[in-house]
C-alpha cells in the first residue's frame, strides 16, 4: 500500500483549516502522509510508464516533478485560501513544460478521486492539430472514442466546447462535436477506498495501459514521438 486513510484525513482537516499556522503545525503529517506516499508512487510508476512510452515522465523530485505543488496561485482568485486540499500527480510528455501537455494524471480527494489520460486545455497549436487529426482520420478516432463509451472510462468529463463550429469546420461535419472540444481528457473515476487499497500502484498502471492507443493518437497529432 502507497496511500493510507490517513491521507484522506489529512486533506479533509487541511480543508477545514485551510491557514498557514495550522499547516506549518502539521507538516510533518503532511511530509508522511501525502508527500513522500506520492513520491513512492511515482517512483514506482516509473518503469511500467517506460514500457508504455520511453517519452512520459515520472519525476520523484519534490520541486518541479511529477507530483504537484500544494501552494495555490491566488494572485487572480478571490479565494485566497493558500493550499490546495487534493493530491495532483502528473507524468506528461518529456517535451511539455506544464500541465497542458499530453499526459496521465491522478487526482486524490476526500471526495473527488480518478484518474485522467489525455490533454487538458491545450493550446490553440495543439488544439487545431487535435481536431485536423480527427478530421482526417476519422475512423482511427471513432474507434479510439469506444472506450469512453464503456462503464470505465468518460470523455469530456473536465471540460466545456466551443458553441459553434470552430474556423474551417461546418456545423454539418459529422464528428463536430468532437472537432468542438476543447479538452480531449479521458476521466476513470474511483474510490478514495480504491486509492487507498495495497494494488493501487498495479491499478493505475492497467488504466494507463488500457489508453495507450488514444495517447498515442493525442501526441502523435501534435508531432511528438510516443
Given at each position: 500500500?502507497?496511500f493510507?486513510?490517513q491521507l484522506?484525513?489529512f486533506l479533509?482537516?487541511?480543508?477545514?483549516?485551510?491557514?498557514r499556522?495550522w499547516f506549518?503545525?502539521?507538516?510533518?503529517?503532511?511530509?508522511?502522509?501525502?508527500?513522500?506516499?506520492a513520491l513512492?508512487?511515482v517512483?514506482?510508476?516509473?518503469?511500467?510508464?517506460?514500457?508504455?512510452?520511453p517519452?512520459?515522465?515520472a519525476?520523484?523530485?519534490k520541486?518541479?516533478?511529477?507530483l504537484?505543488?500544494?501552494?495555490?496561485?491566488?494572485r487572480?482568485?478571490?479565494?485566497k485560501?493558500?493550499?490546495k486540499?487534493?493530491?495532483?500527480i502528473q507524468?506528461?510528455?518529456?517535451?511539455?513544460?506544464?500541465?497542458?501537455?499530453?499526459g496521465?494524471?491522478l487526482?486524490?480527494?476526500?471526495?473527488?478521486?480518478f484518474?485522467?489520460?489525455g490533454?487538458y486545455m491545450p493550446?490553440?497549436?495543439?488544439?487545431?492539430a487535435?481536431?485536423r487529426a480527427?478530421?482526417?482520420?476519422?475512423?482511427?478516432?471513432?474507434?479510439?472514442?469506444?472506450?469512453?463509451?464503456s462503464?470505465d472510462?468518460?470523455?469530456?468529463?473536465?471540460?466545456d466546447s466551443?458553441?459553434r463550429p470552430p474556423?474551417?469546420?461546418?456545423?454539418?461535419?459529422p464528428?463536430?462535436?468532437?472537432i468542438k472540444?476543447?479538452?480531449f481528457?479521458?476521466?476513470?473515476?474511483v474510490?478514495a477506498?480504491?486509492?487507498?487499497?495495497?494494488d493501487?500502484?498495479?491499478?493505475s498502471?492497467?488504466?494507463?495501459?488500457?489508453t495507450?492507443?488514444?495517447?498515442?493518437?493525442l501526441?502523435?497529432?501534435?508531432?511528438l514521438?510516443?
Amino acid at each position: 500500500m502507497v496511500f493510507s486513510e490517513q491521507l484522506i484525513d489529512f486533506l479533509v482537516e487541511l480543508a477545514t483549516h485551510n491557514d498557514r499556522e495550522w499547516f506549518n503545525a502539521h507538516r510533518d503529517e503532511y511530509e508522511t502522509v501525502l508527500r513522500e506516499p506520492a513520491l513512492e508512487y511515482v517512483r514506482r510508476i516509473a518503469d511500467p510508464l517506460a514500457d508504455i512510452s520511453p517519452h512520459m515522465t515520472a519525476s520523484d523530485r519534490k520541486q518541479g516533478g511529477s507530483l504537484m505543488r500544494i501552494y495555490r496561485d491566488v494572485r487572480f482568485s478571490r479565494d485566497k485560501s493558500p493550499y490546495k486540499t487534493n493530491v495532483g500527480i502528473q507524468f506528461r510528455h518529456e517535451s511539455g513544460k506544464d500541465v497542458h501537455a499530453p499526459g496521465y494524471y491522478l487526482h486524490i480527494a476526500p471526495d473527488d478521486c480518478f484518474i485522467g489520460v489525455g490533454s487538458y486545455m491545450p493550446d490553440r497549436d495543439a488544439l487545431a492539430a487535435y481536431r485536423r487529426a480527427i478530421d482526417e482520420r476519422p475512423r482511427e478516432w471513432l474507434a479510439l472514442k469506444q472506450l469512453s463509451e464503456s462503464d470505465d472510462w468518460e470523455l469530456g468529463g473536465h471540460g466545456d466546447s466551443l458553441k459553434r463550429p470552430p474556423r474551417g469546420y461546418t456545423a454539418d461535419h459529422p464528428l463536430i462535436e468532437d472537432i468542438k472540444r476543447k479538452h480531449f481528457i479521458l476521466t476513470h473515476y474511483v474510490d478514495a477506498e480504491d486509492v487507498t487499497a495495497p494494488d493501487f500502484v498495479d491499478y493505475s498502471i492497467r488504466r494507463f495501459q488500457e489508453t495507450r492507443e488514444w495517447m498515442a493518437f493525442l501526441t502523435k497529432a501534435i508531432g511528438l514521438p510516443f
